[in-house]
């Protein structure tokens, strides 16, 4: 049984139709790719999954649960957490800081406001334990505001560690990077995947190639294909309309 699935997933803004009847299935313990042109419909397709969006029609099952109608943080509870194109860090805290405000939400101490902040040190072993499992322990105590690009995405990624997650939608972790942050964050995808499932959107081919177990192309918000990395180059229908070609 697939860890996550969609059936016949559709969203409509108006008249205009972002995703439409998609079907999809994640097998549990997989990096699974979704690719496509831009417009295709990838990010709306996340954004439903984890119920940034609400779907005009359609079904999302998590465990062969049916999740349609539970709210982003019943989502996150059920161990299925998402990353966004924009790195999410709190530029002003330090790596240390932004780790621990997302273990505050995994021991329940998000909502204890009255707590005083040393409260929260004995979370700094754990916080460190994530820092150090993706290379970043040694600036635990640098703002994020100081990181580089590479390394603020690699925090957003130590961050929703911190949720302890099954599941990990990460969208787009690669745009904008040069070469040498690509090849840190692919490492680091590949360790952190292990034992858990990954849906990754990505415009980075070699990446796809490299990553993904299996890889689903959307076009105008349905699924064209899907498979293995090599029968997705291959088809000759995928070519056409998203890599621009007949051959090759």
Do not use: C
Not at 85 to 103: C, D, G, K, M, Y
Not at 147 to 169: C, F, H, N, Q, W
Not at 218 to 245: D, P, T
Request: charged share 20%; glycine share 10%.
């Amino acid at each position: 049984m697939p860890v996550l699935s969609a059936r016949g997933l559709t969203k409509r803004f108006g008249g205009f139709t972002a995703t439409d009847g998609v079907n999809l299935d994640v097998a549990q313990g997989t990096i699974h790719a979704l690719i496509g042109p831009n417009g295709a419909g990838k990010s709306t397709l996340f954004a439903l999954l984890t119920k940034f969006h609400t779907p005009t029609a359609g079904q999302i099952l998590l465990d062969g649960e049916d999740i349609t109608r539970l709210s982003p943080p019943e989502i996150v509870r059920r161990g299925m957490v998402r990353s966004f194109q924009i790195s999410a860090v709190f530029p002003h805290l330090t790596l240390l800081e932004n780790v621990r405000v997302a273990l505050q939400r995994r021991v329940g101490l998000d909502r204890q406001f009255w707590r005083p902040a040393s409260a929260l040190s004995r979370l700094d072993g754990q916080a460190m334990e994530l820092l150090d499992q993706v290379g970043l322990a040694d600036h635990a105590h640098s703002l994020a505001s100081a990181m580089s690009y590479g390394r603020k995405r690699t925090l957003e990624i130590a961050t929703t560690l911190a949720l302890d997650p099954r599941v990990m939608l990460l969208d787009e972790p690669m745009a904008g990077m040069g070469r040498e942050d690509v090849v840190l964050i692919e490492s680091l995808i590949r360790r952190v995947a292990r034992g858990r499932t990954v849906l990754m959107v990505e415009h980075n081919l070699g990446v796809v190639e490299t990553l993904a177990d299996r890889v689903t192309v959307l076009a105008r918000g349905a699924v064209l294909a899907e498979g293995s990395f090599a029968e997705i180059r291959a088809n000759a229908e995928v070519r056409r309309s998203y890599m621009g070609s007949d051959h090759g």
